[in-house]
């Protein structure tokens, strides 16, 4: 083990000291509150101050991670840039849902960043609960790394089977929190500015403001379930768990207003990020199959690089070429509308 590294009273080994831990934390609630103070006053977002933000919350992991390199050595900073990687991927594809959200629910454009900002907070919560007992499940029981595979693959298919469905258009009042709320709370009928709630004919109403945000803090958990056992599949540590999780989130809402128009053309994201989701589980089995038989291959981490890269290039290149296609085969039928409209 190398010294640089901490061991755990479970077993695992960690970078993550009390003084590392501290400053991390503190440095994710300061942004935390710096996000909070800006979206104050609630406004639109100009698409500059949009890129603005989103090239800060990337410059600072990417910075971050020569940190980690410099201090820790190859292998912890080529982990940690990994798992930021996948995290990132899948918190885009989060995007989707999120959009499919604040769409049905009319949601004002001057309220959108602070619902956004406020279902961001709740996911890091949920995940660093989930990474607390994914550390504590892994220390104490080997198999942990199977059932977090099986989790994957699961996932994956899933992923995959929605991307064939068009699984991001489905109505937003099918989710089963909305139609829970609605069945045990008023709602009022408009949007009232920043408040959740309001009295109404005598009795405490939900407005549509704090539906939404209930609707994407339930999302939160089920991007945990999926995320967190990701990451685990890339490093063991923790710390770099939790802190790839954090910066993937930080950037999430900027980026949501930069990728707005961007993310209907990336057709076959989701397709690239079930082969992920796939990948990452057959190495957490084969990672668990090796502690049990010594014979059994397990996938590196440069592997792992190679191979999530390849696969965001490859859906990337694949989905321009699908909407170049489409939008040559609209203009063709434009023409031949015209044609048939002139004869």
């Given at each position: 083990?190398?010294p640089?590294?901490?061991?755990?009273?479970?077993?695992?080994s960690?970078?993550?000291t009390?003084?590392?831990?501290?400053w991390?934390i503190?440095?994710?609630?300061?942004l935390?509150v710096?996000?909070?103070?800006?979206?104050?006053?609630?406004?639109e977002?100009?698409?500059?101050e949009?890129?603005g933000?989103?090239?800060?919350?990337?410059?600072?992991?990417?910075?971050?991670?020569?940190?980690?390199?410099?201090?820790?050595?190859?292998?912890i900073g080529?982990?940690?840039?990994?798992?930021?990687?996948?995290?990132?991927?899948?918190?885009?594809?989060?995007?989707?849902?999120f959009?499919?959200i604040l769409?049905?629910?009319?949601?004002?454009k001057?309220?959108?960043?602070?619902?956004?900002?406020?279902?961001?907070a709740?996911?890091?919560?949920?995940r660093?609960?989930f990474?607390?007992?994914g550390?504590?499940?892994i220390?104490?029981?080997?198999?942990t790394f199977?059932?977090?595979g099986?989790?994957?693959?699961?996932?994956?298919?899933?992923?995959?089977?929605?991307a064939?469905?068009e699984?991001?258009?489905?109505d937003?009042?099918?989710?089963?929190?909305v139609?829970?709320?609605?069945?045990f709370?008023?709602?009022?009928?408009?949007?009232?500015?920043?408040?959740?709630?309001?009295?109404q004919?005598?009795?405490?109403?939900?407005?549509?403001?704090a539906?939404?945000?209930?609707a994407?803090?339930?999302t939160?958990?089920?991007?945990?379930?999926?995320s967190?056992?990701?990451v685990y599949?890339?490093?063991?540590?923790?710390?770099?768990?939790?802190?790839t999780n954090?910066f993937?989130?930080?950037g999430?809402?900027?980026?949501?207003?930069?990728?707005?128009?961007?993310?209907?053309?990336?057709?076959?994201?989701?397709?690239?990020?079930?082969?992920?989701l796939?990948?990452?589980?057959?190495?957490?089995?084969?990672?668990w199959?090796?502690?049990?038989?010594?014979?059994?291959?397990?996938v590196?981490?440069?592997a792992s690089?190679?191979?999530i890269?390849?696969?965001?290039t490859?859906?990337?290149v694949?989905?321009?070429?699908a909407?170049?296609r489409?939008e040559?085969a609209a203009?063709?039928?434009q023409e031949d509308a015209?044609?048939?409209?002139?004869?």
């Amino acid at each position: 083990m190398s010294p640089q590294l901490m061991p755990l009273e479970s077993g695992l080994s960690t970078i993550g000291t009390p003084a590392l831990w501290a400053w991390t934390i503190g440095g994710v609630l300061a942004l935390f509150v710096l996000d909070f103070i800006i979206t104050r006053r609630p406004h639109e977002v100009s698409m500059k101050e949009a890129i603005g933000w989103s090239v800060f919350y990337v410059a600072l992991p990417l910075l971050f991670g020569v940190y980690l390199l410099t201090q820790f050595g190859g292998q912890i900073g080529l982990e940690y840039y990994t798992g930021y990687l996948v995290e990132k991927s899948l918190s885009v594809d989060n995007l989707f849902v999120f959009m499919l959200i604040l769409s049905g629910f009319a949601v004002p454009k001057e309220l959108q960043q602070r619902v956004l900002l406020i279902g961001v907070a709740g996911a890091l919560v949920l995940r660093a609960i989930f990474i607390a007992l994914g550390a504590t499940l892994i220390a104490q029981f080997s198999i942990t790394f199977l059932f977090f595979g099986l989790i994957l693959l699961a996932t994956a298919v899933k992923v995959w089977k929605d991307a064939q469905g068009e699984g991001h258009d489905q109505d937003v009042s099918d989710l089963k929190v909305v139609r829970l709320i609605r069945r045990f709370w008023p709602v009022t009928d408009d949007y009232r500015g920043t408040k959740m709630t309001v009295m109404q004919a005598g009795r405490r109403a939900l407005t549509p403001l704090a539906v939404v945000t209930i609707a994407i803090l339930a999302t939160d958990i089920m991007f945990a379930i999926d995320s967190v056992p990701a990451v685990y599949g890339i490093t063991g540590d923790p710390y770099l768990v939790f802190v790839t999780n954090a910066f993937a989130l930080l950037g999430l809402r900027a980026l949501y207003f930069v990728l707005q128009g961007v993310l209907s053309k990336l057709v076959h994201l989701s397709y690239g990020l079930a082969i992920i989701l796939a990948f990452i589980g057959v190495k957490l089995v084969l990672h668990w199959a090796h502690g049990v038989w010594a014979w059994v291959p397990t996938v590196p981490t440069l592997a792992s690089l190679g191979v999530i890269l390849g696969v965001l290039t490859l859906v990337t290149v694949t989905s321009l070429i699908a909407n170049k296609r489409a939008e040559q085969a609209a203009a063709a039928a434009q023409e031949d509308a015209l044609e048939d409209a002139n004869a």
